[in-house]
């Protein structure tokens, strides 16, 4: 039940309307608390909370009638438990939406704000269309653009709340006549426009291989530099079980926070910050809805939706969310989606581990760090639009199975805020869910060495990594990346110098780290969102399809790397 004791204390009101069209940042301004101005489609997959002094605005998300996702469903029973909403519809297509939505809320109390007032040519004739609106429904309309509410305009919406009158009918006879559509770009193009969307998806992990690498080279002897006298010091007078955690070795290879902590933060902060920054941009100037339309036609072959993209995209930040997110996603390919993110959305933890193993790999070899980062991006990609082709249902791949949405989205310059909103949030997220975690891990990988443990686990499963051409050391990388992503790191230990391993066997190496399972909380993830039945054939089916892939890249190549 959404209901809970505040709400008991709290007069509560539902706010409900398609997707896109403010919901949440109209909901963030009436509770005066900070909100993300994301532009796509199914930003918001769950019921939300605002609290205001005397109200408890509950955000829903976007009703999509014409689809069977569940956040749809969350949406309308929600509305079935709550008495007074406050219906947001968009004024560019103003007719439509009150047809759709007026008689989910018949018989309700509440009040009307028309969003994105400011695309309607202004005048006596639209503000007396909403009157005439307002009488013959019988609730108060107000206009706004929901995405900037002044302070006027939200003491307004709290006072028609507090005076609402009931949704008396559910069909029109008058109709405001207009209906206003954002102007076609190149991505509306038959033929570039898929072209230009497949550029714009791979760009922010192109903008991570050519911009954060560049900026780490630049950075890795700087800190290589300030560690070495440190570490020395340390390994001279410091107490053995300090020692221990901090520059601890086996085997020549370097397990201690000092060897690998700092050259985890020089190889991810650039990414994280770059990729989320572009992200941000995607999501809050609506592009990333754009180049969902553009690219449905091609990704349908694979089982998947133009709406679905984004969902894999925003895995590239982190899976959970992402995989949460796919409640927006059509029941025929949700499942198809999930299946995208665990097998080839590398998390922002997983993909500098991945470039930072690469790299030294390469630069130890005396290749080219960007070839080989680059070579493992497109491999990656290649097996799993061939992994998503083979294992997704039918009905997904159907000819018929056209993209549904409502609306091409207005198209808005991102501004410095929203940036900030989103690069700050995932870099409070990094710091605090993933460097412990990761700092969990170098001590426990110490502590594992220091035991012998990892002697032994190398000589158990040294067979098995024969298999794939790969070194008997390389197992552990293997089975901690399928708890935790960062465990990929443990193939370049000592400052990045990697295990004794060819570039072509470390690339080997990290993808099998990379593609075997999902990481442990992703997996948690999925099993919550879906059953535990399913979650383990998804598990099932991708350790096998990336077992043949590895064997394939270990083996099918030959000489090339």
């Keep these: 039940m959404i209901s809970s004791a505040i709400c008991q204390q709290r007069q509560a009101v539902l706010i409900v309307g398609k997707e896109s069209v403010g919901k949440t940042t109209l909901a963030s301004a009436l509770a005066g608390v900070s909100a993300d101005d994301a532009n796509f489609r199914g930003s918001t997959v769950a019921v939300e909370k605002y609290v205001a002094e005397d109200v408890v605005y509950w955000d829903t998300p976007g009703i999509f009638r014409q689809s069977d996702t569940e956040t749809t469903r969350l949406a309308l029973a929600a509305l079935d438990e709550h008495e007074k909403v406050l219906l ?44 005439k609106f307002s009488a013959e429904v019988g609730v108060p309309f107000m206009a706004a653009d929901g995405r ?54 791979v760009l922010p992990a192109l903008a991570t291989i050519f911009g954060a690498n560049e900026l780490a080279n630049v950075l890795h002897p700087i800190v290589e530099g300030w560690l070495e006298p440190l570490i020395a010091t340390i390994e001279a007078t410091w107490p053995a079980w ?125 290749g080219s760090p960007l070839a080989l980062c680059f070579g493992y991006l497109i491999y990656l990609g290649l097996t799993t639009l061939i992994y998503l082709r083979l294992t997704s249902s039918p009905s997904g791949r ?44 170098c001590v426990f990988a110490s502590l594992l060495a220091n035991w ?31 708890i935790r992503k960062d465990g990929i790191l443990l193939l370049a230990s000592d400052q990045g110098e990697t295990m004794p391993m060819t570039a072509g066997q470390t690339l080997t190496a990290v993808y099998l780290a990379g593609v075997l399972l999902p990481c442990l909380v992703t997996s948690l993830t999925i099993a919550r969102e879906t059953d535990w039945r399913r979650t383990l054939q998804l598990l099932g089916r991708q350790a096998l399809f990336a077992i043949a892939f590895t064997l394939f890249l270990a083996w099918g190549t030959g000489g090339i790397l």
């Excluded at 009158?165 to 207009?178: E, I, K, M, P, T």
């Excluded at 085997?251 to 700092?262: E, F, I, K, Q, T």
Aim: include cysteine.
């Design 398 to 441: 159907d000819a018929l199975n056209i993209l549904m949405t409502p609306r091409r989205p207005f198209m808005q310059w991102p501004s410095a805020k929203a940036l900030w909103r989103e690069a700050y949030s995932t870099l409070r997220q990094f710091s605090v869910q993933a460097m412990p975690i990761f700092v969990g891990i």
């Design 452 to 482: 012998g443990i990892l002697a032994f686990a190398s000589r158990v499963l040294g067979p098995l990594m024969a298999i794939f051409n790969l070194p008997a050391a390389a197992a552990l990388p293997v089975v901690l990346a399928s």
């Design 88 to 131: 947001i519809i968009q004024a560019t297509q103003i007719d439509e939406d009150l047809a759709e939505l007026l008689p989910m809320v018949a018989g309700k109390r509440g009040a009307v704000v028309v969003s994105y007032w400011d695309k309607v040519q202004p005048g006596e004739a639209a503000m007396e269309a909403l009157e």
């Design 242 to 366: 300090l020692r221990l955690l901090l520059t601890n070795k086996s085997d020549g290879l370097g397990y201690g926070l000092l060897d690998m902590g700092p050259f985890l933060l020089v190889w991810a902060l650039p990414t994280v910050v770059l990729f989320s920054l572009i992200l941000g941009a995607y999501k809050t100037s609506g592009l990333v809805e754009r180049m969902n339309i553009a690219i449905h036609p091609w990704v349908r072959y694979v089982g998947l939706s133009g709406r679905d993209v984004v969902r894999i995209l925003m895995g590239f930040g982190c899976n959970v969310p992402a995989v949460i997110s796919t409640r927006a996603c059509s029941g025929c390919s949700r499942n198809t989606a999930i299946a995208g993110i665990a097998f080839g959305a590398a998390c922002s933890y997983q993909l500098p581990a991945t470039w930072a193993v690469l790299s030294a790999a390469a630069i130890r070899s005396g």
């Design 148 to 201: 900037r509410l002044n302070d006027f305009q939200t003491q307004r919406i709290a006072e028609m709340l507090q005076t609402s009158s009931v949704f008396s009918a559910n069909q029109l006879r008058y109709r405001a006549g207009w209906r206003i559509e954002p102007r076609p770009g190149i991505l509306e193009h038959r033929i570039w426009g898929p072209l230009l969307a497949i550029v714009l998806l």
